[in-house]
């Protein structure tokens, strides 16, 4: 059965810093992989997807996420943290024939120090 | 501009009295379907439909209900609410497709007392 763990429940960077947010799936194909924000009280909002190609994905935002078949890793990416990206955020992975079915991890939620 | 509109976005109701969250989408997707989102386990999927009087369970389905009559709308009813049901709530619809972007609305709190 396909699965998502983010491994951190939180992470707290210093604005300006570098970002990692951590995503590792289980699917026996190749993984249709995705990342969304949710900011508070709002929805979500896709920041990118990964269908094929180019293991390195550019977001909105900045973002950036790297697919890594040996490790089964898609982590999300930032070189600069801005306060307002402070939000929850979730990696998702689809397949089994449907792109529209998402597994969600439990999600990341982001603190931004001043 | 392209909505994925749900309502209420804010509900406290008592349990076992019967209410029905809806959503509507303009962008003519053919897919929609629910989520709830719930402290520690992210999204999970409770119903979906392909399409117009095509509806179908998703990994949690119980205490839910669904409806698509037509193409922009697509309700969720909750015949009998139980506190375990308090949670947040999407909607979500995509075009067939693969690659597709899948959309999200903002989201129903539902609180059961």
């Known amino acids: 059965a396909q699965s998502v763990t983010q491994p951190d429940i939180h992470i707290t960077v210093s604005e300006g810093a570098s970002l990692e947010l951590r995503c590792n799936y289980s699917y026996g194909a190749t993984p249709y992989l995705f990342w969304y924000v949710q900011s508070p009280g709002q929805g979500l909002q896709l920041l990118l997807k990964?269908?094929?190609?180019?293991?390195l994905v550019q977001g909105i935002k900045g973002f950036e996420a790297e697919f890594k078949r040996s490790q089964s890793s898609f982590n999300l990416r930032k070189p600069s943290v801005h306060w307002s990206d402070a939000a929850e955020y979730f990696c998702?992975?689809?397949?089994?024939?449907?792109?529209?079915?998402?597994?969600f991890g439990s999600g990341t939620r982001l603190l931004v120090r001043p | 501009e392209a909505q994925v509109t749900q309502n209420p976005r804010y509900l406290i109701t008592v349990t076992g009295k019967k209410l029905t969250v809806t959503c509507s989408q303009n962008m003519n997707h053919e897919y929609m379907s629910w989520y709830r989102q719930d402290p520690g386990l992210g999204l999970r999927q409770i119903y979906y439909s392909m399409n117009v009087e095509v509806t179908d369970k998703g990994d949690v389905p119980e205490g839910y209900k669904v409806s698509r009559k037509e193409k922009r709308n697509f309700p969720l009813i909750l015949e009998s609410p139980s506190p375990n049901q308090t949670s947040l709530y999407f909607c979500a619809s995509s075009p067939f497709g693969e690659g597709n972007t899948i959309y999200f609305g903002e989201g129903s709190w539902l609180t059961v007392v």
């Open positions: 990964y269908f094929s190609g180019d293991t």
């Open positions: 998702a992975v689809a397949g089994g024939g449907s792109s529209y079915k998402l597994i």
